[in-house]
């Protein structure tokens, strides 16, 4: 899987037949923060004009900016589920954070 990313954010994008043309928004904030263009390279640019404005117009609010996710992620798991990955982890000779961002890694690849 592909994705356009800029100073941390993501874009979602979709293609609308009606307009004929991309449309994205920034993905993992709050705000609606909307973009689109003709083809890939318009999209770009304008995905990171969207970026950059988001981000001075919360300065501009003096308001802080929603960060891109953090990179710690809890979950809550059946038992018979966490015993699972514990023991594929241990198999594999990995922590049970490292095997799960792996697999996790390698489901993402094949999308």
């Known amino acids: 899987m592909n994705t356009m990313t800029h100073k941390g954010y993501a874009a979602r994008i979709e293609y609308s037949d009606e307009d004929h043309c991309f449309i994205g928004h920034i993905a993992g ?3 609606i923060v909307g973009f689109h263009g003709d083809s ?3 999209l770009r640019t304008a995905f990171e004009e ?3 404005d988001y981000l001075e117009t919360c300065e501009k609010l003096n308001r802080s900016p929603q960060k891109p996710y953090s990179g710690n992620l809890m979950l809550r798991l059946p038992p018979e589920v966490h015993a699972a990955i ?3 982890a241990e198999v ?3 922590s049970i954070n490292q095997w ?3 697999t996790l890694a390698d489901i ?3 999308q």
């Open 50 to 52: 969207a970026v950059e």
């Open 86 to 88: 514990a023991t594929a």
């Open 29 to 31: 904030i709050n705000d």
């Open 40 to 42: 890939v390279a318009q």
């Open 92 to 94: 594999s000779g990995k």
């Open 100 to 102: 799960t961002t792996d």
């Open 108 to 110: 993402l690849q094949t």
